[in-house]
């Protein structure tokens, strides 16, 4: 689409004036690089002191905001493909704008729609909130499509419009355009009519501009890092996959990792050690639990019926050769949370907590966190699964045995706080069947 030619004054007028008009009429809209010139037009200050062009009070507005925008700009660079970067990009915009509402949608290529990824100022469940890139009547999906800049000064006098968060009356979209196109909007809102100020608009304009390029970057970044994922998920499948093992094993101890993990956040005994970050690495590295079984002959590994104590000692080397594959992998190609926490998981997941385990035969808190918990779950995955060898056992009796090794075998904490959610673990294996 193209802005009419008309002069820079009539846009502003128009935008200014109450901008948003019901589809097939022309859009009240400004290009980003029309606002560097509006923002010219309009540099006047009524209020100035003699020999200034500002009021003293605009000077600190200006520095706050500057400040702030420092700030906000030095969080965005310091931020993490893991760590949760729109909520904080959304709150940090909230408060350099100081305008009521903002949010952040984020295009969601497979369903086509734009999810709300980050809201400040509205009380609005995220994870519900999707609009779909037919509603034009929203100025959001109209700033994305379009990719202009959206200015609606008061709605409830602009028919066809529907607003994003309910009670707002002024509402500014700003497309956030990638190397590729569009990948998101921004959403200025208030709940007074009369739009935003100049001053404003071209505030958000370089906040927005900024957001797109963390933004790319931080995509980039989390694509690049749930490739690698992915692929050594894959490579902890495939090493199960020899075992005779193609069902849903791997993907189980992950879901129930993940679970355990979810419970201590807020257990006593645990506060401090684990964290979010900490357990998504966990749902991770948990798949490489048996990857050392790669190395296990096939005569060993495939021998159906019991093993006799030279194979056992054989098969039990497993997580000696998980341990070193992992650490080799990270002496070639560098080490990152993930593979560490896989490292430990593989050496340690057949420690005991009584310290009769193996490798290394130690015991209570020498074993990693990460382990004690991989060695509750891949327990209970073993019993509840059906093997060539045995049946699966129902949950009560799986959860009777686990009590019964627990403070032997198992950290007892652990135990308990697993079996508390048996519809859960149900879930989990109706999930990931065999
Ligand atoms: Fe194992
Ligand atoms: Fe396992």
Redesign the pocket.
């Known amino acids: 689409m193209v802005v009419d030619a008309c002069s820079v004054d009539s846009i502003q007028d128009r935008i200014l004036d109450g901008g948003f008009r019901p589809l097939g009429e022309p859009m009240d809209v400004i290009l980003p690089d029309q606002i560097d010139a509006l923002m010219a037009e309009s540099a006047v200050a009524p209020t100035a002191m003699p020999g200034t062009s500002r009021a003293p009070s605009d000077l600190a507005r200006v520095s706050q905001q500057l400040r702030a925008l420092s700030s906000l700009n030095t969080r965005l660079i310091c931020m993490e493909a893991d760590q949760p970067v729109y909520g904080e990009m959304v709150e940090g915009v909230a408060r350099v704008m100081n305008i009521e509402v903002c949010a952040l949608f984020m295009l969601d290529r497979n369903a086509q729609q734009l999810a709300l990824e980050g809201v400040a100022g509205a009380e609005v469940a995220r994870e519900d909130y999707r609009l779909d890139l037919d509603e034009m009547n929203r100025p959001a999906v109209l700033a994305f499509l379009e990719e202009y800049l959206v200015h609606v000064v008061n709605l409830s006098e602009t028919p066809g419009v529907v607003p994003v968060f309910p009670g707002v009356e002024s509402v500014m979209a700003l497309p956030i355009i990638g190397r590729d196109g569009p990948v998101g909007v921004f959403v200025f809102a208030r709940r007074e009519a009369g739009g935003f100020d100049h001053t404003e608009v071209d505030m958000a304009g370089m906040l927005v501009d900024q957001m797109a390029y963390q933004l790319e970057n931080y995509l980039l970044v989390r694509q690049l890092s749930s490739s690698r994922d992915a692929v050594i998920h894959g490579m902890a499948r495939l090493a199960e996959s020899r075992g005779g093992d193609l069902g849903g094993h791997i993907d189980r101890i992950c879901a129930y990792s993940q679970l355990l993990g979810q419970r201590l956040l807020s257990a006593p005994g645990f506060l401090g050690q684990v964290t979010e970050e900490w357990v998504s690495t966990l749902a991770r590295a948990a798949a490489l ?2 990857i050392g ?1 790669v190395a296990i002959p096939d005569a060993v590994l495939l021998k159906p019926g019991r093993l006799d104590d030279v194979e056992y000692t054989i098969m039990r080397t ?2 000696k050769l998980g341990a070193d594959i992992l650490r080799e992998l990270m002496l070639t190609h560098g080490s990152f949370p993930m593979l560490e926490m896989g490292m430990e998981v593989a050496l340690f ?2 420690e005991r907590w009584d310290g009769v385990g193996y490798p290394n035969k130690i015991g209570g808190e020498q074993i990693p966190l990460s382990a004690r918990i991989v060695a509750v779950v ?1 327990v209970y995955d073993a019993l509840t699964s059906r093997r060539v060898y045995k049946e699966a056992w129902s949950q009560e009796d799986t959860f009777n045995e686990l009590r019964r090794n627990a403070g032997t075998q198992f950290q007892k904490e652990l135990v308990d706080v697993f079996l508390k959610q048996p519809e859960k673990l149900e879930a989990i294996q109706r999930r990931f069947p065999d």
């Open positions: 639990h048996d079984k497993h997580s997941h057949h891949d």
